[in-house]
């Protein structure tokens, strides 16, 4: 591989809940996620991200969520597809807006939380979603999970696709991602967070949970930046990707 996509969600922050530190993230990734305000953040700090975004010469995606402001967007929602499409155009018109207030413009979809893993194995929800993409711009491209369902019918429906993993979280033997109700889920070493990655970068697989190696074909690695020491994690991650020959540089252009 030689290039690869560095991305962490951000946008996230309030005056009571902050998660992220979106201006250390913003100086290591080449994508970032940016929320839409369901599951967290404000319009003043998800412009505010936006605008550090495009100074940065950093690629803006929209990170749609359920409406779950309480739960972080991490809690699976039964919803009619109705007004899941409806929540979803709703969410991607206003980052949109907000994104071309400030010179940015909005490239790519990669919804958040719970409704990316529902979305990973669920045809329904991802049919939703991949009609709200194309309700609101098909030109959009679609980042989920290596692998899941979303990517296929996203591409069956004319969508550009690209698939990620994840630095910071452990994976099943089948590819889905280790719920975080369970031990492990989440990672922390930055050392060991990198090696994986590395290992995915030159032979396209991860370790599971279990010991096994999972095949995972990815155009863009994740870092969560709400994950305790993310931006020690995406520091030393991109150190040693790029040790490797690997270059960072983003998975869809503007």
């Not at 996203?154 to 280790?178: I, K, N, S």
């Not at 995915?200 to 010991?211: F, H, N, S, T, Y």
Request: hydrophobic share 45%; charged share 20%; with cysteine.
């Amino acid at each position: 591989m030689a290039s690869i996509d560095l991305n962490s969600d951000l946008g996230e922050n309030v005056a009571d809940r902050i998660v992220s530190d979106d201006e250390s993230m913003l100086r290591l990734v080449t994508s970032a996620n940016v929320s839409c305000g369901f599951h967290a953040g404000s319009p003043e700090g998800i412009r505010d991200t936006l605008a550090a975004a495009v100074q940065g010469g950093v690629v803006i995606g929209a990170h749609p969520g359920y409406r779950d402001y309480e739960n972080f967007g991490r809690t699976a929602v039964d919803i009619d597809s109705a007004t899941l499409q409806a929540h979803v155009e709703y969410q991607l018109g206003a980052l949109i807006g907000l994104a071309a207030a400030v010179g940015g413009r909005v490239a790519y979809v990669k919804p958040h939380g719970a409704l990316y893993n529902t979305i990973a194995r669920d045809e329904r929800q991802s049919k939703d979603v991949v009609a709200a993409i194309r309700a609101i711009d098909p030109s959009l491209v679609l980042l989920g999970l290596a692998g899941g369902v979303v990517l296929d019918v996203a591409e069956r429906a004319g969508l550009t696709v690209a698939a990620e993993a994840f630095a910071d979280r452990a994976y099943q033997p089948d590819g889905q991602l280790v719920s975080r109700a369970e031990p492990g889920s989440v990672l922390h070493d930055p050392a060991a967070v990198a090696e994986r990655m590395v290992r995915l970068a030159a032979d396209g697989v991860i370790r599971a949970i279990d010991g096994t190696d999972v095949p995972v074909d990815a155009q863009s690695i994740c870092v969560h930046g709400d994950s305790p020491g993310s931006v020690a994690m995406a520091a030393e991650t991109r150190r040693m990707l790029q040790a490797e020959g690997i270059t960072i540089a983003p998975f869809v252009r503007v």
